[in-house]
């Protein structure tokens, strides 16, 4: 990874050797907890840069404060999220719709697309959501004693909930997972060529809806107007992309970081088997510590944040790992408590771009819970398997081998 200059505006003492990339626990670590090793830096300053902490290298100021993260999100003005982080792989600028927009258009789509994600429309798709997980764990339950619980249940039940939002069929799953593999994890060949093919995929099919309209997200789309007018192609395929990269990877990472945990502490998962109402509030904490996404902002002017000499144009990271450890926020934050009330968690972001697909996470999240434990007994990690943990952009796990024998 080529590693771009510190800036000279840049304090020479506030530059700092950190990075959810390279740091150590981020590469693929058997058995790692990238979670813990970030949370380190709580030991040090509130602000500090970091010269390589994106996927390109680029350097970001990192916010370490949960309530210092809270202003940045909120200050739209002070802080864009215009960043083309998806089209940039391409050597294009658009932006995924409505996370890479700024208000006022950002109110205006986000309008459009609410209802569609909206609690009341969550409780619609609920039976189907616990249907299919029954479904998947049934099936675990009667081929063996042990499974690979991110290939055999996460991604799949994730994503199909998604595959049907997008009124895609279930058979192409593997491929999509592929994709979302190759774009949120890969080298610098696998991300781009995924990226064209996500993209190549998402405008294929909203041609197909614009002649055979159905009962699905990319027809309200194809067919949706804002300010009087439909989208253009660039604004389909910036909230097509979006829908798609966003439902592929963070739910089934974050059932699968659950599982793990539940795994590994086996006092608490008696405790959720013999008190299942436990479990949203459980999955409230699990979310907390074990949240998967980087958030960054791209500063409009110039400004002194905290005593950061913050640049125009610089890269500013509020990432979620890092605010749902922050001591000041949290008591005994590298302490899961199960039982944590109050849990103020930024695992789905703050302010105006705070996750529009939350209130279906989190049902699919605690439905996933709620029907492995009520399905699969005791279950550990496999003897001599061991989990892959991966920091980055957005934090990975696989490789988690759960035995019940």
């Not at 429309?121 to 009667?142: F, Q």
Request: proline letters at 7%.
């Amino acid at each position: 990874m080529a590693i771009n200059p510190v800036p000279d505006h840049v304090p020479s003492e506030m530059v700092r050797d950190f990075s959810l990339f390279t740091s150590p626990g981020m590469a693929p670590t058997p058995n790692g907890d990238p979670h813990a090793a970030v949370a380190c830096v709580h030991a040090g300053p509130p602000i500090f840069y970091s010269p390589c902490n994106t996927r390109g290298g680029r350097g970001t100021w990192v916010i370490t404060r949960a309530r210092d993260q809270r202003r940045v999100l909120q200050d739209t003005e002070t802080f864009s999220s215009h960043r083309s982080i998806f089209s940039s792989a391409l050597g294009e600028n658009w932006p995924m719709i409505p996370l890479e927009l700024d208000p006022p258009a950002h109110g205006v789509f986000r309008s459009l697309l609410n209802p569609l994600l909206s609690p009341k429309r969550v409780m619609v798709l609920e039976p189907a959501v616990r249907e299919r997980a029954i479904t998947l764990i049934d099936r675990i339950a009667a081929s063996g004693t042990s499974c690979d619980v991110m290939k055999d249940f996460a991604f799949p039940f994730t994503v199909s909930i998604f595959l049907r939002l997008l009124g895609l069929p279930d058979h192409r799953l593997d491929t999509f997972v592929g994709w979302a593999k190759d774009l949120l994890h890969g080298d610098d060949v696998k991300r781009p060529a995924a990226a064209r093919t996500i993209v190549a995929f998402i405008d294929e099919l909203a041609t197909k809806r614009r002649k055979e309209p159905v009962d699905d997200f990319m027809t309200f789309i194809v067919q949706a107007q804002v300010g009087g007018r439909r989208l253009t192609e660039e604004e389909v395929r910036g909230i097509g992309v979006l829908v798609f990269v966003a439902g592929l990877d963070t739910v089934a990472a974050a059932i699968g970081f659950g599982l793990a945990y539940l795994a590994r502490n086996l006092k608490d998962q008696e405790l959720l088997r013999r008190e299942p109402d436990r479990i949203m509030l459980a999955a409230e904490e699990l979310l907390r510590a074990y949240p998967t996404v980087q958030i960054i902002r791209v500063a409009t002017k110039d400004i002194d944040f905290e005593g950061a000499p913050i640049r125009k144009g610089d890269y500013v990271s509020c990432a979620t790992m890092i605010a749902n450890r922050d001591p000041a926020e949290f008591e005994c934050p590298n302490t899961v408590d199960l039982a944590r009330e109050e849990n103020r968690h930024a695992a789905f972001g703050y302010g105006p771009h705070r996750c529009l697909g939350s209130h279906l996470a989190r049902r699919e999240i605690v439905i996933g819970l709620e029907e492995w434990l009520a399905r699969i007994p005791a279950f550990r990690i496999k003897k001599a398997t061991a989990p892959i943990t991966s920091g980055g952009h957005v934090f990975g796990l696989e490789n988690l081998i759960l035995d019940w024998s």
